[in-house]
């Protein structure tokens, strides 16, 4: 475990984006949706790996919510490149509007394969993540890679949102693909160009509308 001690940073602090700590709250502009968060440091003698987005934009008319939660593992870089670039991805899709799955899907794709082609610069870490896009404050839509869970409540009650992807009940899939599940909870390899190792960042991207 003395390896986990040493964390690529440096691509974070390239982009100029850093983990995020404390709480906020916020409301669309229509105050229709609200939202607030807390992030607290865990234990773990590393930097915080976390990073979130949390806010409402104004794009072609519409009113956009976006949040995410990007769980970093072997260091900040990947998470914090995802903070950066995923929900952009997403909102450059062409089908955006008229397909917000699909363009979820291919964002998701997309983002995946960069992060792969920059492994020099970010190292060898992996980040999951859960995002939340709301339209107009009408429609919501979620996607999931990795264990980042969603949850809504509905009248007091929890509805689990988003399915987990875990090393055990993914191992089929990974195998398939020529990788393998290593023996670090939580965390999936796989083998790349020319038997590279790294870490496997996602399958395909769990997505549910509502």
């Known amino acids: 475990m003395e390896r986990l001690c040493c964390f690529n940073s440096t691509y974070s602090k390239f982009v100029g984006v850093r983990a995020s700590y404390g709480s906020g709250k916020g409301r669309s502009n229509h105050g229709s949706v609200k939202y607030g968060f807390n992030l607290v440091k865990g234990k773990a003698n590393h ?9 409402f934009i104004e794009t072609k008319g519409h009113e956009i919510g976006l949040f ?7 260091g900040d870089s990947v998470p914090a490149y995802l903070q950066k670039h995923l929900f952009s991805n997403i909102l450059k899709e062409e089908e955006f509007w008229t397909d917000p799955h699909r363009s979820i899907s291919k964002a ?6 960069a992060i792969l ?7 060898r870490g992996g980040s999951t993540a859960v995002t939340a896009v709301i339209i107009n404050g009408r429609k919501l839509w979620i996607a999931n890679v990795g264990d980042s869970r969603g949850v809504l409540s509905k009248r007091g009650q929890a509805i689990q949102m988003t399915v987990d992807h875990e090393p055990n009940t993914e ?18 390899q796989y083998n790349h160009e020319e038997n590279k190792m790294g870490i496997y960042r996602s399958s395909f991207p769990k997505i549910k509308g509502t």
């Open 68 to 74: 995410a939660i990007y769980d970093g593992h072997l």
């Open 47 to 55: 930097p915080m790996e976390d990073f979130h987005v949390a806010k």
């Open 117 to 123: 082609s920059h492994t020099p610069d970010l190292g």
């Open 108 to 113: 998701y794709e997309s983002t995946d394969e």
């Open 171 to 188: 191992r089929g899939s990974i195998e398939n693909r020529g990788g393998f599940v290593s023996n670090m909870p939580g965390v999936y």
